[in-house]
């Protein structure tokens, strides 16, 4: 039902308009004067204040005698006799003894003043009407109402200019406002991080979450609120500051500056009641001309110009009739025609559809047409949208008579989630809106009770969803609540979880590692000390209890994680440091100042007495190495280089120290655990990756002082296994030393690997083909040299280039023919040749190689692919047997010897010197081998110099008595005066033939030598 406009004339009757400021008590003293009448309605400009209100009133006569009515809720309970609704919602079919109108200021608002202009000038009240407001409608009231009674009251507090602030230097109970959401988002999230966060109010929040964000600022859970001008519309807040963030706002069509008026209206809102307020600038806002300051602080604004108006009286006979109505201008000074509203826009939109226009004949039909056009468009997509939206309404209620419930289920089931971010859950909670609206209306549903109940649900729902989004996001609940109890001076109460999470009045505030206490925010605010201090109220016990734990504690408690951090079950309580000397470290106790001196010396001394026991655990043998008792001279001089080299020290280093050792000296050094190496003196027990790990933690120590970058990838590979990986550029070369690890080319290989390398490739250097008896060992191939085998490459886990450069960094060259590799005719076997062998082989020493080598032997790495490997013995057959295609093979040799060919056999002497031309490796296992070793090498490179000075050939003498026992007797030279060329032997140059073997002995008949040679020879004859 509408009630018919009233004349001017009519209008002042009963009216009173109570105008003036913010905080002047305007909206209390119209409560007060409906509660004095038997029935009354009070219409409010937003949805939150009339919910506010409401609670008031129900407060003071009880809910059944309380009626609420806003576009999305109504709660009408029989009988009621006051009604507190938005101005929209006002019932204009019930007779009343009061009327006020909040805020009637809002009549000249392009969106929604013609609502107000239309209550403020036709809604009366039989006894009394109110009209509530600022002074700059009054010009404007008393032109269009003639005759009315106006009565200004004062403010109850003073507002006064504080100036410009930054914003973190704003007062607590301060309100900052912005005009758009994403300032809003930016200046909370800033407040959150300095201050513990901030409650936010929009418009586009529904009333649930608004209220939900206003409560946490008024609990003092916040300090601070930040919003858009939606404060400035009837929220009572306990407001002091008010700080303008901007001065710009969208209004619809444009961008511009807010007038004085909406100024005044947003800072009145500091100060409540007889508590003063201030205002001012912050952010990116302008600082306040004199006279807008002025302004805001007397309250005095220029008059509005005039107020929004839109014809009421409507005729619905048809469509277009109804839209003629609409575009009716006003008739009076101070009204002015409304812009095009929503309702409007979908009104004429759906004129233009030719279905709806079929059905909207008569005038129900276009009365039920106008309404569903003024359902809100809270969704805010687009006008066509919402036209659409319409246009579906009202077709089914058109042809139905009801909106389908399937339907309208459908489309309240898609929103009713509460999943998703802040931006999601608006939206949602903007089309639920529309959906309550639409279960508002009367008829409109088969059901509209449940329907009015599911869809408040889902609103509630995710405004509550929302409202905790905003609070995880702009609020730190536990610096907001620590902080309210600080200001309240209580005291706090502090606990420590088992997993040493401290807790202070149950939020947790940081956390205690070790002995040392990490806060979770900063500590430096006076806020931030005031809960460490709490903190560590409750931390001094947990000190001491963690101080008696760790003295009591057994060794396998502790750990030293690669960083150098000592751990305690888990936990870093120190990190070693270098000592005065390399195998004897330090821990520094990690711990804060407030760990008790006492405490503090028992952990101390028992981290001391677990490094002591772990050193000598892991590098025990360095340390009896260091200062060893049964060692003297030469050796313990080379035992200290080995401790110093963390026990893997480069040969040749002590190469020249290493000849002056005795035997008893070597054995000595063998006791302490050394291993003499082809190119290593080692620890094999310190080798494994516990102790190497612990080595290059001192050796970063003494060296760096610090971490060593690729430090942890070298002991997580070591540890895996590897026998080699590849080095990093970046990555000290003694680093991989230390680990264990010799760099050769572009591999670091495991010293213990290169030896097990020179074990592979000591054998197959020395055989001799066409010489040696026995089975050539893997590898062999013609003169000194030697091919790659699978067993080198498996060895050292890298085969091809890789293993290549191991090889050539070993100081190996490697020279491309014609395969195989050996090409030469094995010596065939007779009685007497079997039976020296026979002899020579049990009076030689074992040809397997001893523990220790004397000069460095070359290391094998992973084969080359397509690399052949040696075959079985070669007989004279398969050695002149053409092969269909030659097969190209890569073999080896020392680069320090020239390849020779048909080098003659030596014999050795009973000092069992090597035969010439072979490879110097011998075991060092006596002093004889070493003084012999000595010898040969001096001899070796006097024929080499000889070999050089290109000479021509020497005379030569016939063979003259006894000169083998001269060479079995060690002397070349009869003398070594001026003679010395005179008693020199005939020189026969290094083609010469070997010298004749001793024919006279008959070989043992039951030798096995003999009875294979007689088993050859009789398969060669069958051959032939």
């Known amino acids: 039902m509408r009630s018919p406009s009233l004349p001017p004339s009519q209008r002042a009757r009963g009216v009173t308009a109570i105008l003036g400021p913010t905080n002047t008590g305007k909206t209390h003293l119209a409560i007060e004067r409906m509660l004095a009448h038997p029935s009354g309605i009070i219409g409010l400009p937003l949805r939150l204040l009339a919910r506010e209100v409401y609670e008031r009133v129900v407060a003071r006569v009880g809910a059944p005698a309380v009626a609420l009515i806003t576009g999305e809720e109504k709660i009408k309970p029989p009988g009621s006799r006051y009604y507190v609704a938005t101005v929209e919602a006002m019932p204009r079919d019930v007779d009343v003894r009061f009327i006020a109108i909040d805020e009637c200021q809002l009549a000249a608002d392009f969106d929604r003043g013609h609502v107000f202009t239309d209550r403020v000038l036709n809604m009366r009240g039989h006894d009394e009407t109110m009209l509530i407001g600022a002074e700059t409608i009054k010009p404007l009231l008393l032109k269009l109402i003639p005759g009315l009674q106006t009565t200004t009251r004062p403010r109850l507090s003073q507002l006064t200019f504080a100036g410009d602030r930054k914003i973190s230097r704003l007062p607590r109970r301060s309100a900052i406002v912005a005009f758009s959401a994403d300032e809003v988002y930016a200046i909370a999230e800033l407040i959150r991080r300095q201050s513990g966060g901030a409650a936010v109010v929009l418009g586009a929040l529904s009333p649930r979450t608004r209220n939900a964000q206003v409560a946490l600022y008024q609990s003092g859970d916040v300090d601070y609120l930040v919003a858009t001008d ?13 700080a303008f963030a901007g001065d710009r706002k969208y209004d619809g069509t444009k961008f511009r500056r807010l007038v004085p008026s909406e100024f005044g209206q947003i800072a009145g809102r500091a100060g409540r009641y007889l508590k003063d307020g201030s205002f001012g600038s912050t952010g990116r806002c302008a600082p ?78 276009v009365e039920l047409l106008w309404a569903v056009c003024q359902v809100p468009d809270y969704r805010k997509v687009s006008p066509q949208a919402h036209a659409d939206l319409v246009t579906t309404l009202y077709l089914d209620l058109a042809t139905k008579g009801r909106i389908p419930a399937d339907w309208f289920a459908r489309q309240i089931a898609e929103v009713n989630r509460t999943d998703g971010d802040i931006d999601t859950l608006s939206a949602r909670i903007a089309q639920i809106r529309t959906w309550t609206f639409v279960a508002n209306r009367e008829n409109w549903l088969a059901d509209p009770t449940h329907w009015q109940e599911a869809t408040r649900q889902v609103e509630d ?92 504690a057994v060794d396998e408690a502790f750990t030293l994680s690669h960083d150098g951090a000592l751990r305690f079950l888990g936990e870093p309580i120190a990190r070693l440091t270098a000592g005065e000397k390399l195998l004897a470290p330090r821990l520094r106790l990690l711990a804060d100042e407030h760990l008790e001196s006492a405490d503090r010396e028992k952990i101390q001394n028992r981290i001391d007495l677990w490094l002591k026991a772990h050193v000598e655990k892991l590098l025990g043998p360095l340390l009896k190495l260091e200062e060893p008792e049964a060692l003297t001279g030469m050796a313990r001089g080379i035992g200290f280089q080995i401790a110093e080299s963390l026990g893997v020290l480069d040969r040749t280093k002590v190469n020249e120290d290493m000849k002056t050792l005795d035997q008893e000296a070597r054995a000595a050094l063998r006791g302490l655990g050394v ?23 001192l050796w970063t120590l003494k060296e760096c002082g610090a971490e060593v970058k690729g430090l942890d990838d070298i002991l997580h590979l070591a540890a895996s296994g590897r026998t080699s990986i590849p080095i990093n550029p970046d990555t000290p070369k003694t680093l991989y030393r230390a680990a264990g690890f010799r760099v050769c080319g572009s591999r670091a290989v495991r010293v213990d690997i290169l030896e097990r390398l020179a074990d592979l490739i000591r054998p197959a250097i020395q055989y001799r083909p066409g010489i040696t008896l026995g089975e050539p060992p893997a590898g062999a191939a013609d003169g000194e040299g030697f091919v790659v085998t699978v067993a080198m490459t498996s060895l050292c886990g890298c085969a091809g280039g890789d293993f290549n450069s191991i090889l050539k960094s070993l100081g190996y060259i490697m020279d491309r023919r014609v395969g195989p590799a050996i090409t030469i005719a094995l010596a065939k076997a007779n009685e007497a040749v079997a039976a020296e062998a026979t002899t020579e082989a049990v009076a030689a020493p074992e040809a397997s190689p001893s523990s220790e080598t004397s000069d460095a032997t070359p290391v094998a790495t992973e084969p080359e692919s397509g690399a052949p490997e040696v075959t079985a013995e070669a007989t004279p057959e398969a050695a002149t047997t053409e092969a269909a295609e030659p097969v190209m093979i890569e073999v080896w040799r020392q680069h320090r010897h020239r390849p020779q060919e048909q080098k003659h056999d030596r014999r050795k002497s009973h000092h069992n010197k090597p035969r010439e031309g072979e490879a110097a490796v011998s075991a060092d296992s006596d002093t004889s081998q070493a003084a012999e070793k000595k010898s040969f090498h001096r001899r070796d490179d006097k024929r080499s110099r000889e070999d050089g000075e290109n000479r021509p050939p020497r005379k030569q003498f016939g063979k003259h008595d006894g000169g083998r026992d001269e060479r079995r007797g060690g002397q070349r030279f009869e003398g070594r005066g001026g003679k010395k060329n005179q008693a020199r032997k005939p020189d026969r140059g290094w083609q ?21 040679l007689a088993l050859k020879l009789q398969f060669e004859g069958k051959d032939k």
């Open 230 to 242: 939606a404060i400035g519309m009837g929220l009572n807040l306990d407001v002091d500051h008010v």
């Open 675 to 697: 291993r003499f190496g082809a190119y290593h003196l080692t620890v094999p027990t310190l080798l494994k990756p516990a102790p190497r790990a612990l080595a290059c933690q």
């Open 288 to 365: 306040f001309e004199d006279e807008l300051v002025e302004a805001l602080e007397s309250h005095v604004f220029p008059p509005l110009p005039m107020l929004q108006w839109r014809n009421a009286e409507l005729n619905f006979s048809s469509v277009s009739a109804l839209i003629h109505a609409l575009d009716r201008v006003p008739g009076e000074d101070g009204l002015t025609r409304a812009p095009l509203a929503d309702d409007l826009r979908a009104l004429e939109a759906a004129s233009r559809d030719r279905e709806i226009m079929a059905a909207a004949k008569g005038q129900k039909a």
């Open 461 to 552: 729902a995710l405004s509550d969803a929302l409202h905790e989004r905003l609070a995880q996001r702009f609020v730190d609940r536990r610096t907001s609540v620590l902080m309210r109890r600080l200001r309240e001076n209580a005291m706090l109460e502090a606990d420590i979880t088992a997993t040493g999470e401290v807790l202070v009045e149950s939020h947790p505030v940081g956390r205690l590692i070790g002995f040392q206490f990490v806060p979770e925010s900063d500590t430096g605010s006076p806020e931030g000390k005031a809960l460490r201090a709490a903190a560590l109220k409750a931390l001094a016990g947990e000190f001491a209890n963690r101080a008696t734990r760790v003295s009591n």
């Open 992 to 1012: 010469d033939p070997p010298r004749p073997r001793e024919q006279d002995r008959a070989p043992d008949p039951n030798s096995p030598f003999a009875k294979l």
